[in-house]
């Protein structure tokens, strides 16, 4: 019996050492959980501090910039100097591992090609001449001057003829360029003249002619020119843009007898009268945008003119539109962009902002405006949308996501993430999750993604904390993971729209080089609405 009892006493005993092991370790694992969590915990508070500071570092740029907007030219010096600055730390970024491209506001050169390049005025036969600019400014009457390339067999390209700030007037003046194989890039500038008259720009008999811009702006009087494009093979992706001119009277556009016309457009915007001129072909060519990237298209032009250019296509787009979006219920969900910041100030300022001039542009019966200022699509930083996109009503017909840019301020690699992870606390898992959760919570809804507009205050930003990315990650990611998904995606950021890296664009869109006012919210909501105008019309067409 004695030696039953010991049998037991050492099992109990043995029991009982088990179960303070298993107590001990569970309460070890436990205290290490909670390290964890504490340490996660400071981590995260760490991050919002850090970028509450950027934020508020951000305030004062915006501030900084908005006092410069009303002078082009300090401004333009102070864009800039940022864009430069921010040009200069690429090399220290991308040893860090970062992708670099698309950091700078600055337009790239082509590589060199043999001839003449760079020069003011020079002329070499039977070669290729590229990046000269002939710059005639501030005179009191220039006449009767006849450059005249014609015959040579390889190209004339990426010219630049300048004719600014004249007195008076310019009249008469013939440009000929004939008989040559291909005409491409070349951009006439004629701005701030009291009178522009009599001119002639043939382009005739020539196999190709493409990527061509013809810029009249900020003048008196511009009328009785001609511009004729006629015996071409190809003629297209050319640009004529008059703006801002007082008067404007029987002018002539002509294209005739072409084998192809197309993607050309005539932008004839914020003139006092607008007569005479020939735009009935001009309305008919529909504009092709390919899918390039936003520092090709600042080689191209400069984000002012492609604002114009884009939004005369837009208000085209919508005038002809036949999309019904009358029984439709639109929620629109992101930052103060979203929520009209700037002009908080006004009283019911809210009729300015995109959702509600995309109500009226498009007749929807309901549109939700969902903007919060600083929020951000990711947890790092406040009210983010994936943790708030549920207060979409269930109804929704269609939904827009428009964020990022508040994303841009907070992160460094690590808060980036990957899509390889997609970890919570990153914008790549954050994203994902938004996007997953739409999927699944309103799956007869169609959804669009919108990248951010492009913004100096970025580069502003990563000259001063240099563990920031690039917005162009961020706008690559967008577009991927709307891929995966199968979203549609309006993308602002390769548009050049309404890119505050231009002055022009800060000065007469977007007083603080990330809010706009009220012609820059227009814009925007009528390229939106346009955009979805044309998808549907894909839509209809495909079925």
């Known amino acids: 019996m004695r030696k039953i009892n010991e049998i037991l006493a050492v099992a109990i005993l043995s029991l009982l050492a088990v179960l303070v092991a298993a107590v001990g370790m569970r309460l070890y694992a436990t205290h290490v959980v909670n390290r964890e969590i504490e340490t996660e915990l400071k981590q995260q508070e760490e991050v919002l501090s850090r970028n509450r500071e950027a934020h508020d570092r951000v305030q004062e740029m915006r501030q900084e910039i908005e006092a410069l907007s009303g002078d082009r030219e300090k401004l333009g010096q102070f864009l800039e100097e940022i864009r430069m600055d921010d040009e200069a730390a690429v090399p ?15 337009r790239e050169l082509p590589e060199e090609t043999p001839g003449v390049s760079e020069n003011g005025t020079d002329t070499l036969a039977d070669s290729t001449v590229s990046e000269n600019g002939t ?145 009935d072909l001009l309305l008919k060519i529909e504009m092709v945008y390919p899918e390039i990237t936003l520092v090709e298209r600042r080689q191209i032009r400069s984000s002012q003119e492609e604002t114009l250019l884009v939004n005369w296509e837009d208000q085209a787009c919508l005038e002809e539109q036949g999309v019904d979006f009358s029984g439709k219920k639109i929620a629109c969900l992101g930052d103060s962009i979203t929520a009209a910041a700037n002009l908080e100030g006004e009283e019911g300022y809210l009729t300015y902002a995109y959702p509600s001039i995309l109500k009226e542009l498009l007749g929807a019966e309901e549109v939700y405006n969902l903007g919060i200022g600083g929020s951000s699509i990711g947890r790092y930083w406040s009210d983010a949308f994936v943790e708030r996109y549920t207060q979409i009503p269930v109804d929704t017909d269609i939904i827009i996501v428009m964020g990022g840019t508040n994303d841009g301020f907070c992160l460094s690699e690590k808060e980036f993430g990957s899509l390889a992870e997609r970890k919570p606390w990153t914008f790549c898992g954050d994203l994902d999750e938004l996007m997953r959760g739409l999927k699944e919570n ?21 000259r001063e904390r240099i563990y920031l990315l690039p917005q162009k990650n961020l706008s690559d990611v967008i577009l991927t993971l709307s891929a995966a998904y199968d979203f549609q995606v309006i993308d602002l950021y390769n548009s050049n729209i309404l890119d505050s890296h231009d002055a022009d664009i800060v000065a007469d869109y977007m007083p603080d080089g990330v809010h706009a006012n009220k012609a820059g919210y227009r814009i925007l909501a009528e390229h939106i609405a346009a955009e979805l105008v044309r998808n549907y019309e894909r839509l209809s067409v495909d079925e």
Do not use: H, W
């Not at 511009?227 to 843009?241: A, E, H, I, R, W």
């Not at 309103?442 to 990563?462: G, H, K, S």
């Open 92 to 106: 220290a970024v991308a040893m860090m591992g970062f992708d670099t491209s698309g950091m700078s506001g600055n």
């Open 135 to 279: 710059s005639v400014s501030e005179n009191n009457v220039v006449s009767g001057k006849a450059p005249d390339v014609s015959d040579n067999t390889t190209s004339v390209s990426d010219n630049m003829i300048s004719v600014s700030d004249n007195a008076t007037n310019m009249s008469d003046n013939v440009t000929d360029v004939s008989g040559n194989d291909t005409i491409s890039g070349n951009m006439s500038s004629v701005s701030g003249n009291d009178t522009i008259s009599g001119n002639v720009t043939s382009v005739s008999g020539n196999d190709a002619e493409s990527g061509n811009v013809t810029s009249l702006s900020g003048n008196d009087t511009v009328s009785g020119n001609a511009s004729g494009v006629s015996g071409n093979d190809t003629v297209s992706d050319n640009t004529f843009c008059v703006s801002d001119n007082m008067t404007i009277s029987v002018n002539r556009m002509s294209v005739s007898e072409n084998d192809t016309v197309s993607g050309n457009a005539a932008s004839v915007s914020g003139n006092g009268t607008i007569s005479g001129n020939m735009l």
């Open 442 to 462: 309103y799956p007869d809804a169609d959804i669009f993604f919108v990248t951010p507009l492009p913004n100096i205050l970025q580069d502003y930003l990563m």
